[in-house]
């Protein structure tokens, strides 16, 4: 505590003794003190009262507004640390959809902690449980520079899920506990978690109880012109606090949303298999169609959701064979007018059938218009060109190579050169150049492994047929407007 002490001299301080102490005891020349004094001017014994007063109030006027200036400093910097906390929590919030990929949600977010907070690295270390956290379960993801060999950074992360509470945070100062220092978190001098650095909060990212990960911001760095080392604040607690709550609440809904689309998608995988279950010769048709449909999708640069809708869309591009008759579908000769209308009918009936989905909306054309041809001679609707939606031109590629890489009953099936020679040939006429290009240069190892699992699935069931005592059902032929490429040319 300091105190302010304000002179007013007199002419009868001149004469005083208390002037001759003063200046034997700082070392002044008296007779020098009292000539400057003199030179001052003096003031009156009647002005003195007065004259205090106004020192007084001039003191606690200076003193007020110093106070201010401190206030406003407080409030200027808490309006900072205010719009730093919104605007990071909008960019994080920004981000959490279920269509966003976790993984990218999580880097999104340490990144931008990254920009708020003065560390030198933010990262989440996820627990190993498959069931809640799926593809996260048990990774380390980290922007910024640890200065440490990630293996061992993980090592220590992952042996702080035994000291880890949930919603409480862990502050690593280098600090001993010890009386005078309450502080400290003895959870925080294990050997283990030294290679994390100091000073690094770790807040656990937890829900119902249970902790999901751990949202740590490493090794705090000095502000510039601050000689006092770096320490964890109350800010920095707040902020990681907030968003490991964010990410928590995304975990759970991505995990939700994760559970419902394996349902969904099983759903329509097992509807498209009982239609290509049909035909011996189609079996898994539907799976290698959505399988290249999403491939090519991703060679030409769609995002990663649009290539997740394709493969959809490729999935069920053929719904609409539910409501052909199985005579037609199965019939070991050719197709009379009548019967070959059916099959036309075939995307216009799976068009009506998925139409009243709300989650299909977006791939509805690939099914209605999947057998237009670039040159307009396809059908439903004679589309030309790039009238024709891209998810049909698509499928339509995808569709045609395997049915021409597939045996059937009036032909083997093509070898790879054979088929690729009749995409090329066709290239222009049934196809869309542009994308045709791209498919012939794809990798088809995928492709060929799910023929063969497919091949094996078909032998196995007509085994078991035949064990049975069961008469093989006659050769199909799947035959629509283009069945093969080189017929539809």
Not at 406 to 427: F, G, H, M, N, P
Request: proline share 5%; glycine share 8%; charged share 25%.
């Amino acid at each position: 505590m300091g105190f302010a002490v304000a002179v007013i001299p007199t002419e009868r301080l001149l004469q005083a003794e208390q002037l001759s102490a003063i200046c034997q005891a700082s070392g002044a020349d008296v007779q020098l003190v009292r000539r400057q004094l003199q030179a001052f001017g003096l003031t009156a014994t009647s002005e003195v009262a007065r004259l205090a007063t106004m020192v007084r109030f001039m003191h606690e006027d200076q003193a007020r507004l110093a106070g201010n200036a401190l206030d406003l400093e407080s409030v200027g910097k808490q309006l900072v640390e205010s719009y730093e906390e919104m605007s990071l929590l909008y960019t994080i919030i920004q981000n959490m959809t279920v269509q966003e990929r976790p993984e990218r949600f999580v880097v999104t977010a340490c990144q931008e902690l990254l920009k708020t907070m003065p560390y030198a690295w933010i990262g989440v270390q996820f627990a190993d449980d498959r069931n809640l956290l799926k593809s996260l379960s048990g990774r380390l993801l980290v922007s910024g520079e640890t200065g440490q060999p990630a293996a061992e950074l993980r090592q220590s992360a992952r042996q702080l899920f035994g000291r880890a509470i949930p919603d409480e945070p862990i502050v690593m100062d280098g600090r001993e506990k010890t009386p005078g220092n309450v502080t400290a978190d003895p959870r925080a001098q294990a050997p283990d978690a030294t290679v994390l650095g100091s000073p690094t909060l770790i807040q656990p990212v937890s829900a119902d109880g249970t902790v999901l990960g751990l949202l740590i911001a490493g090794q705090k760095r000095m502000p510039e012109g601050e000689a006092a080392p770096p320490q964890v604040s109350s800010v920095d607690m707040k902020l990681l606090a907030a968003t490991a709550t964010h990410m928590a609440i995304f975990l759970e809904n991505a995990a939700l949303y994760d559970d419902l689309n394996a349902m969904f998608l099983g759903t329509l995988e097992a509807l498209t298999a009982s239609i290509d279950a049909k035909d011996r010769y189609t079996c898994g048709h539907s799976r290698r169609v959505a399988h290249l449909t999403a491939q090519l999708a991703q060679a030409i640069g769609l995002d990663e959701y649009t290539v997740g809708r394709m493969h959809i869309a490729g999935l069920v591009h053929d719904v609409g064979k539910i409501g052909v008759p199985e005579a037609v579908l199965l019939k070991p000769g050719k197709l009379n007018g009548e019967e070959y209308e059916w099959i036309r009918q075939h995307p216009e009936m799976g068009h009506r059938i998925l139409r009243d989905i709300p989650q299909l909306n977006d791939i509805l054309p690939g099914v209605l218009y999947h057998h237009e041809r670039w040159d307009g001679r396809g059908y439903p609707a004679g589309l030309k060109g790039e009238a024709i939606p891209l998810v049909a031109r698509l499928i339509g590629l995808a569709d045609s190579f395997d049915a021409m890489s597939s045996t059937r009953t009036y032909r083997s099936a093509l070898s790879r050169r054979q088929v690729l020679d009749e995409i090329a040939k066709c290239t222009g006429a049934q196809f869309d150049p542009a994308l045709a290009k791209v498919f012939v240069k794809l990798d088809f190892s995928e492709f060929d492994r799910m023929v063969r699992e497919h091949q094996a699935q078909e032998t196995a069931v007509s085994g078991q047929r035949s064990a049975a005592g069961e008469q093989p059902k006659a050769d199909s032929r799947k035959l629509n407007a283009d069945r093969s490429a080189k017929e539809a040319a």
